[in-house]
């Protein structure tokens, strides 16, 4: 009994943790802040009529957003799963193909291999990041492949495994130079998840831009939003028109003629959403600084309890700190749901990480490597409340 | 020379008669209207925060959209391709399987069957409504395919044609009943695109509410907009639970997990894009009379050209008039492209109908019957200015 005693003191402790860093009411996981000219802009493009697909605002948006990552281009879309699905298809992935990627992610990104006819194949992550674990998979990829014509084969489905997607976990940057050797060495396309990394940099460099094509969401959950909205980024001119033309049906250019040259998509993110995004973007740079400075309350606030980690940017890198991350150390793993009951009948809205993909019914068939330590991060991950405005509005 | 001169003659009464009806100064195609509520709801939207894919004004715009069309059931999505996507995988499409659709459409409708991994078999078109013409179709099927096992077969390919998915091209419906008689009869699901006909209906009942489902699309060009998005109608309601359920990622209801049982999209339409189709819902009444009224006086002035049939809605039904549509007399064909320049030229934006389907580069290899009424169409279509704001805003 004294185990599960301790067990509940641990309950306590982080609950009460988490209240003296965000104040008293009910809070939510992570909120939108509109604080700039959100309206504004809303306003400005309901009274152009340009709401839809064509207008100034999306495309203002697309060259501030390029602007702000240094990608050489950027290409606005309706979501991060749908820039995700056109990033892979423009990286020559085909029905058929195996692409790897982490057994620790939201769901979006096995679907968009899923979408594309082809089969995710699931990869470990690290303790440090949450993101794929570089070491086991060059060890693994050693072991269970092999390269035929240049391709690199799954030696046990004889399918070829033709991209990685790495995801920054929470806004963390994963271990990048790690994944870019890996990918040089077994010929593997890198297209970057960098849905939840908006503001996140590696060395320096934006999340994103690491690979032959990255990916953004702007959904409403994430560090700025667009009500629904992704972009995709490269710095190879060719694939970002293709990508705008896929993205726009495919149709061709012509004074009133409706020609489509291949199988497109009706992708492009509306001008309505652009606005908004247009705005968040200006207001990226003070909601990261609140971020940052939340995450520096709660480790004040964690520091004294011994048995969670607050997670932290991993060095050589500067997060977005876009979802503040509890890591429960293995011995204490059993109160994670624990954990969780209490904080959200506290009103404090925390929940696990997700699912792991290898898991999921449509995936249960999926190749994957050996998943020790996402199945371990999977019962000992719990994020907290993360919204900029908790300490951009004061709460007591 | 003769005949010659007789076109140019056309070709100057075409561009008279519009310019007459709509005044002067350049003139679009077809442009949103925003005079109610649009502003207000928008910033309702904003001031909630609530503008992704949870909020008050989502969900009440599917209540309005199935009180409105008098469907048991609406699910509200990004676009009108995502609709059909998914209420052609709800009635049962799979991959290798064919589904009827008019080579006369806008590629959407063909993009739409193959993401399901089937096939578009293209169907001609009639001339009276420029829908899928049943009594041709009677005939084709019963000349090229079997039923084996309950299922109808093409016999030339031994695929399976599973559905036909009827077009209202213009808003004008198509002949409803003929088109149910043949898919009871060839055991095929009619899911309907109902894409260009919101306020249309057919002998009092509304378009996409005769098939199993139906897809609606509120893109930036229709009678009323959302910016981006769409609907799927339907009154089954175990069908309606997994069209929300697919469009929500396939989502598990839980407090806190993440658990989805099936390849889902993130096809939700936002609450901010929800919150202007409210608005616009409302103006709905005022824009149809509007176009309606329009009809009327490009009746009047086209009257007189004998060549030119101006499109009106087809005995037994109603039509939002959404596309005023210019059908020339095949002897005289040969001004289209005439027609479509001179009108643009003076800034009266025109075009022609699209490119038939069947000859897209991804489409060359579907199977098709006969489409000689279709491809006469393709040559003789031209829409002319049809916004509700011509009417609704003297411009002299």
């Not at 939510?28 to 152009?48: M, Q, R, V």
């Not at 839809?52 to 203002?60: E, K, L």
């Not at 249960?364 to 019962?379: F, N, Q, T």
């Amino acid at each position: 009994m004294n185990a599960v005693a301790d067990r509940s003191g641990l309950v306590e402790e982080i609950v009460t943790a988490i209240r003296a860093t965000v104040g008293s009411g009910p809070v939510g996981l992570h909120e939108p802040y509109f604080a700039g000219n959100e309206w504004a802009y809303l306003k400005e493009c309901l009274d152009s009529t340009f709401v839809s697909s064509v207008g100034a605002f999306v495309d203002r948006f697309e060259c501030d957003i390029a602007a702000y990552t240094g990608a050489k281009h950027a290409i606005a879309v309706a979501n991060g799963t749908a820039a995700l699905q056109v990033a892979l298809q423009l990286a020559g992935v085909r029905a058929g193909d195996e692409v790897l990627v982490p057994a620790l992610t939201f769901v979006a990104t096995s679907n968009a291999v899923a979408y594309c006819g082809a089969v995710p194949h699931f990869v470990d992550s690290e303790e440090r990041t949450l993101g794929i674990n570089s070491v086991a998979l060059r060890e693994y990829l050693n072991s269970s492949t092999e390269m035929s014509a240049g391709v690199c084969v799954n030696r046990q489905t004889g399918r070829a495994i033709r991209a990685v997607v790495p995801m920054h976990v929470f806004g963390h940057p994963l271990d990048i130079d790690g994944l870019l050797g890996v990918a040089r060495d077994f010929r593997l396309v890198v297209v970057e998840d960098a849905a939840e990394s908006l503001g996140s940099s590696y060395h320096g460099r934006h999340t994103g831009t690491f690979g032959l094509l990255g990916t953004l969401s702007f959904n409403g959950n994430k560090t700025i939003t667009t009500g629904g909205g992704g972009a995709i980024l490269t710095d190879d001119r060719r694939l970002a028109r293709h990508a705008k033309h896929l993205t726009t049906t495919a149709k061709l250019k012509h004074r009133w003629e409706f020609g489509h040259d291949e199988l497109g998509y009706n992708y492009r993110l509306p001008n309505l959403n652009a606005a908004l995004g247009c705005a968040q973007l200006e207001q990226l740079p003070r909601l990261l600084d609140a971020k940052r400075r939340l995450f520096e309350r709660y480790s004040a606030a964690f520091a004294p309890i011994a048995e969670v980690r607050l997670m932290a940017e991993p060095d050589g890198s500067r997060s977005n700190y876009w979802l503040q991350t509890l890591i429960l150390a293995p011995a204490v793993a059993g109160v994670r749901d624990s954990v969780l009951a209490a904080t959200n009948d506290a009103g404090l809205m925390t929940r696990p990480v997700w699912n792991l993909n290898h898991r999921l019914p449509m995936f249960k068939a999926s190749p994957r490597m050996p998943l020790a330590i996402a199945e371990s991060l999977e019962k000992r991950v719990i994020n907290i409340p993360s919204s900029a405005q908790l300490v951009l509005e004061t709460r007591q």
